[in-house]
């Protein structure tokens, strides 16, 4: 079992930045992709980002291209989601999540472990 935790979330206004970080419990997870997914209020998830295994590959929703830069450190079991420029759009709760595989995707059905989410508001 694999446990992920989210911080970094918050409240901030329109242009701000905030940078989320996840941390897995199990060192295993560096042989994994890592990837994020946002809900909002009454929206189904999405998603946000993703990493494989070795940081190389990155991919990212349209919606966020440009703005957020999803990195790793395998030697910390962590990945962080650097969110700049933010928008009243990307109010959500974000989740952490461990991919089935080394590759990244964006996809939610590639991935077998969630983290519990962390609220981010940015206010216009």
């Known amino acids: 079992q694999v446990q992920l935790v989210e911080s970094g979330g918050g409240l901030v206004q329109a242009g701000d930045s905030l940078r989320l970080s996840c941390a897995s419990s199990?060192?295993?997870?560096?042989?994994?992709?890592m990837g994020w997914f946002r809900q909002a209020p009454g929206k189904e998830r999405e998603f946000v980002a993703a990493?494989?295994?070795?940081?190389?590959?990155?991919l990212y929703a349209d919606a966020v291209k440009g703005r957020f830069t999803l990195s790793r450190d395998n030697a910390k079991n962590t990945v962080s989601l650097q969110m700049n420029s933010l928008k009243p759009e990307d109010t959500a709760v974000y989740y952490c999540a461990q991919a089935l595989r080394s590759t990244s995707t964006s996809s939610s059905a590639g991935y077998r472990y969630w983290g519990q989410g962390t609220q981010v508001t940015v206010s216009s």
């Open positions: 990493i494989d295994w070795r940081g190389s590959n990155t």
């Open positions: 199990r060192r295993t997870s560096s042989n994994n992709a």
